[in-house]
């Protein structure tokens, strides 16, 4: 996709979102000059799902720039981005808070996550159900976790033109996310909606939005 089009979707798609959304450029597999021209356009917050590609860009784009790994996170790789990524999207199992605790302890860093719920139908999605979110976040090891700060949940809904059905699964998180947060004031983010379905999640309730298809251009997947 040319940097005019790069440019002038960001814009589209930024005039249109309510101040309290967060907009992450979701920029896995495009090429640097893609992320460049988004950069220049001012976008600051990009997601990557691997994290050999995400280190890669780190090293040679900008340093203000906010990284998310929004992909599924394999514990034995947490190591190679621990230095420097701001926020972690797919957090699905204690063990894996554990690992980036101690990653981020080597470089002296508190790394925010998100914990991922699993709202959809599908078997394939990762994530946790919301009683074992609820005894995550109830339990007296987590507090043992210095180096980590869960700031809120993301959900992955069903891939589906079924506009009801999302809906549905987005409201069940954000009403789970609103009595959560009660007594967890540190539970501010919650990141829901991607290209296709992004203006329905922040309808109910989504604050961080994931759009990359709708920027960069379409892959030959989902994104």
């Avoid at 005019?4 to 495009?30: C, D, F, G, R, Y």
């Avoid at 860009?57 to 998310?68: A, C, E, G, R």
């Avoid at 998100?114 to 994530?127: H, M, N, P, V, Y």
């Avoid at 004031?185 to 961080?208: C, F, H, R, V, W």
């Amino acid at each position: 996709m040319n940097s005019n089009m790069i440019a002038k979707n960001l814009q589209h798609i930024k005039s249109n979102l309510p101040e309290n959304v967060t907009l992450v450029a979701v920029s896995k597999t495009k090429p640097i000059s893609d992320l460049q021209e988004a950069y220049d356009e001012g976008q600051r917050i990009f997601g990557e799902n691997k994290i050999q590609e995400m280190v890669e860009k780190y090293d040679v784009l900008p340093k203000d720039i906010q990284w998310h790994m929004i992909g599924h996170l394999q514990r034995n790789k947490v190591k190679y981005m621990a230095h420097f990524v701001d926020l972690i999207h797919g957090v699905d199992s204690f063990k894996t808070l554990k690992e980036i605790n101690k990653q981020a302890k080597k470089h002296d860093r508190v790394i925010r996550c998100l914990l991922q719920a699993r709202i959809a139908e599908e078997e394939t999605k990762f994530g946790l159900t919301f009683d074992e979110i609820s005894s995550i976040l109830a339990s007296e090891e987590l507090l043992e976790l210095k180096n980590i700060n869960i700031v809120g949940f993301m959900g992955m809904a069903t891939f589906t033109d079924n506009q009801q059905q999302l809906k549905g699964e987005f409201l069940s998180l954000k009403n789970f996310f609103d009595t959560l947060k009660v007594n967890h004031p540190s539970l501010k983010t919650l990141s829901m909606g991607m290209s296709g379905d992004y203006q329905l999640a922040i309808e109910n309730g989504s604050n961080m939005v994931r759009v990359g298809s709708s920027i960069f251009g379409n892959r030959n997947y989902n994104t």
